[in-house]
């Protein structure tokens, strides 16, 4: 994604991905999120957001970029929970989210975890730091910057589902890895950092 050079980056707002228009409201479909520009008309999953409050930056070949910090919370049953995402991507996803400016990677995973699905102080270890092209989100962003953690939990600890999903599910990889609906991070992660002959991510 390439910010038109119309577009200020300096000033927190949202815009359509036709038009670049900055009218766009969100509205609920079937209890999915859509944002519909009043100027051309267009309805979509996502928009392009400027919010000075996350951390972002355009590089040497002008490409949008976010820095993200996301979550693998396994239990007893060596299961992942994922969120059901009611907003785009619309598939199961890590408990993930956008780093804040001048937040560390550790507490910015934390605060996801709190905030998507309840567990608070859950303990964390970072797993990987990466970049992933074509990871889109509903802000606009194809590319970002992973911090990547780990953490377990009981086999049944209490879960809390936030605004930006139907539902969370524990699922194993062997059945992540079956399904169709499985958001492109979360299958980039399983992709490249679950080892197979020992059953554990690396």
């Not at 996350?54 to 996301?70: A, L």
């Not at 780093?99 to 550790?106: A, H, I, K, Q, V």
């Not at 969370?168 to 992660?189: G, T």
Request: proline content about 3%; overall charge negative; some cysteine.
């Amino acid at each position: 994604m390439k910010i038109p050079l119309s577009i200020s980056t300096t000033e927190n707002c949202s815009y359509c991905l036709n038009c670049y228009n900055d009218q766009v409201v969100r509205k609920i479909e079937d209890g999915f999120s859509f944002y519909s520009c009043s100027n051309c008309g267009l309805k979509n999953s996502r928009r392009l957001v400027i919010d000075n409050k996350i951390t972002w930056w355009i590089d040497t070949n002008g490409t949008y970029w976010h820095e993200s910090i996301g979550v693998l919370i396994q239990n007893d049953l060596n299961q992942i929970l994922c969120l059901n995402r009611c907003i785009y991507p619309f598939a199961l996803a890590l408990p993930a989210g956008h780093l804040d400016r001048n937040e560390e990677p550790l507490l910015g995973a934390q605060r996801e975890v709190r905030e998507e699905t309840g567990i608070i102080d859950l303990e964390l270890q970072l797993l990987k730091k990466f970049s992933m092209e074509g990871d889109s989100c509903a802000r606009g962003c194809d590319d970002h910057q992973w911090s990547l953690f780990i953490g377990r939990v009981g086999e049944n600890p209490t879960l809390e589902v936030c605004d930006e999903a139907k539902s969370l599910v524990w699922l194993s990889v062997p059945e992540l890895l079956a399904r169709n609906d499985v958001s492109y991070a979360l299958s980039y992660i399983l992709k490249h950092f679950y080892k197979e002959s020992s059953g554990q991510f690396a």
